[in-house]
């Protein structure tokens, strides 16, 4: 290949200016090609990667579910109003007093 700085010959450079011309375009499409061959890939294991996570997450529900079972104050999510919405029960604390009648002194 001549050195096309010091060439004087039009058709020569012209015809150099054309090749590379086609070279770039040959390269602009493989970059793009290329970008998408990324994206794609990027996209899958991203993909991938949330199934994985939802897969674990799943499981660790059911462990947390096993471990902790219905009873657990999880249960309720450590809502303290949840408790306090319960009626008193029966027997506990204090309790009214029968009204005494006068005619029984």
Do not use: W
């Not at 204090?94 to 005619?103: G, I, L, M, V």
Request: charged residues 30%; aromatic residues 2%.
């Amino acid at each position: 290949m001549s050195n096309l700085e010091t060439e004087m010959d039009i058709g020569r450079l012209r015809q150099a200016a054309l090749l590379l011309e086609q070279e770039s375009a040959r390269l602009c499409q493989r970059l793009e090609q290329l970008a998408v061959e990324l994206g794609d890939a990027c996209s899958d294991e991203a993909q991938t990667l949330q199934r994985e996570i939802a897969y674990l997450k799943k499981q660790l529900a059911s462990h947390d579910k096993a471990l902790f079972g219905d009873s657990s104050e999880r249960s309720t999510g450590g809502d303290p109003k949840a408790k306090q919405s319960k009626e008193p029960q029966p027997g506990h604390g204090p309790r009214e007093q029968k009204a005494r009648s006068r005619s029984s002194r």
